[in-house]
């Protein structure tokens, strides 16, 4: 079946250093989604990337979708504390978009030392 | 916009009772909502996807009779756990995607966290 992998599964960094996960999707997807969910808190939608190629910015955050379109990665600059939780990849379920179903990465757990 | 919340927050309950979980959507008509389950340090898991007015659709290896989902309208949808066992702890969380918005969005309810005893 369709699998979503993320890499690294934990990443510890000082306050200030970049941060970078990976994601990659056993199938082609339509598109990728990103999410971020804070320690005890639930998964908040960060973006969506569509297109081949494409790279988005939300102020320190950068999200890549591959040429391809099985891969992703989101890249942290100069992180801060509150950057820390799970970040999570998503991409629509094989078989599931009729419905939108979506298979998550298994997220990669970021903590930020001050 | 696209608030979704959940009740109760967190529940604990005695080995063999039910509990229901509600998901509602607050500021908008949820056409489907889903059900994961997350457990510490890990992703989420798709338990069930429900469409208002019809059956939910199940994952491979969720029990259906265990995991009673109900759809009744476009701004709730319940979860019950039947016969809980210890097992059965988790965190459970419910999406919503509807109208007006991205057809691939989901929007997550605050979770539910359940403690078997």
């Known amino acids: 079946g369709q699998q979503v992998m993320q890499i690294p599964q934990y990443q510890h960094v000082q306050e200030g250093e970049d941060f970078t996960t990976y994601c990659n999707s056993s199938?082609?997807?339509?598109?990728i989604q990103w999410y971020k969910q804070r320690p005890g808190g639930h998964p908040v939608f960060l973006i969506q990337?569509?297109?081949?190629?494409e790279v988005k910015k939300q102020k320190r955050l950068t999200f890549q979708f591959g040429e391809a379109k099985k891969n992703s990665s989101l890249h942290i600059t100069a992180t801060q504390t509150t950057d820390v939780g799970t970040y999570f990849c998503?991409?629509?379920?094989?078989?599931?978009?009729?419905?939108?179903?979506?298979?998550f990465g298994q997220g990669t757990i970021l903590t930020v030392h001050p | 916009g696209a608030v979704v919340s959940q009740h109760p927050s967190w529940v604990i309950c005695k080995s063999g009772t039910s509990v229901k979980i509600e998901c509602r959507s607050l500021?908008?008509?949820?056409?489907?909502m889903f059900w994961y389950r997350q457990f510490p340090k890990q992703s989420l898991m798709l338990m069930a996807t429900?469409?208002?007015?019809?059956?939910?659709?199940?994952e491979q290896g969720v029990e259906k009779d265990k995991f009673l989902i109900n759809h009744a309208s476009l701004t709730l949808s319940t979860l019950t756990v039947t016969s809980a066992h210890p097992e059965d702890s988790s965190f459970y969380i419910c999406?919503?995607?509807?109208?007006?918005?991205?057809?691939?969005?989901?929007?997550f309810g605050p979770g539910t966290r359940l403690t078997v005893l």
């Open positions: 999406s919503a995607r509807g109208r007006g918005h991205s057809y691939n969005e989901q929007f």
């Open positions: 199938t082609t997807l339509s598109n």
């Open positions: 990337l569509v297109k081949s190629g």
């Open positions: 998503a991409g629509p379920s094989a078989g599931g978009t009729s419905y939108g179903k979506l298979t």
């Open positions: 500021d908008f008509q949820a056409t489907t």
């Open positions: 429900s469409n208002e007015g019809s059956k939910a659709t199940y």
